[in-house]
């Protein structure tokens, strides 16, 4: 077997259906940095990651019935400020029942989110906590 492999998330890519509300969803709610913009689209910095909003005639802007989401890793004293900022903005789509603080949220085209305060560590840590919850770590 190659020691070839991935090194992480490069980038994320949402389609959108409105560009100009797309953009202030991201930069004024969520706090994401504009990095360029044009006609169809729009580079966004979010801590390390970099996002794609993409104009797309073909997006549905309504809710997926999936558990599929992006989760916005939140420094723990910025949680409840900013959860309190994007439940003036956003619908919420599931009650947090795990580990670490989270608030999950739909974004303008129904883009399944998280703010989420914690790491895989402190998620591997919590099961390690609870051996009776099923999960094999290793």
Same mark, same amino acid.
């Given at each position: 077997? +190659? $020691?070839?492999?991935?090194?992480?998330?490069?980038?994320?890519?949402?389609?959108?259906? @409105?560009?100009?509300?797309?953009?202030? /969803?991201? &930069?004024?709610?969520?706090? &994401?940095?504009?990095?360029a913009r044009?006609?169809? %689209? *729009?580079?966004?910095?979010?801590? !390390?990651?970099?996002? &794609?909003? +993409?104009?797309?005639?073909?997006?549905? !802007? *309504?809710?997926? !019935? $999936?558990?599929?989401? =992006?989760? /916005? $890793?939140? *420094?723990? @004293?910025? /949680?409840?400020?900013?959860?309190?900022?994007?439940? *003036?903005?956003?619908?919420?789509?599931?009650?947090?029942?795990s580990e670490?603080?989270?608030?999950? =949220?739909? $974004?303008? @085209?129904?883009?399944?989110?998280?703010?989420?305060?914690?790491?895989?560590?402190?998620?591997?840590?919590?099961?390690?906590?609870? !051996?009776?919850? %099923?999960?094999?770590? =290793?």
């Open positions: 077997m +190659s $020691d070839a492999k991935i090194s992480g998330l490069n980038h994320v890519t949402l389609s959108v259906t @409105d560009l100009d509300r797309s953009v202030t /969803f991201y &930069c004024e709610v969520l706090g &994401c940095a504009l990095r044009w006609g169809e %689209g *729009a580079y966004l910095e979010a801590g !390390p990651l970099w996002l &794609c909003l +993409s104009v797309d005639t073909t997006a549905r !802007p *309504a809710e997926r !019935p $999936d558990y599929t989401h =992006f989760a /916005f $890793d939140v *420094a723990a @004293d910025h /949680f409840e400020a900013l959860s309190d900022r994007v439940r *003036a903005h956003a619908t919420l789509w599931k009650q947090n029942k670490g603080a989270s608030l999950y =949220f739909l $974004d303008p @085209d129904g883009h399944r989110m998280e703010l989420h305060v914690g790491s895989l560590a402190s998620r591997l840590d919590a099961y390690r906590a609870n !051996p009776s919850s %099923g999960v094999t770590i =290793f």
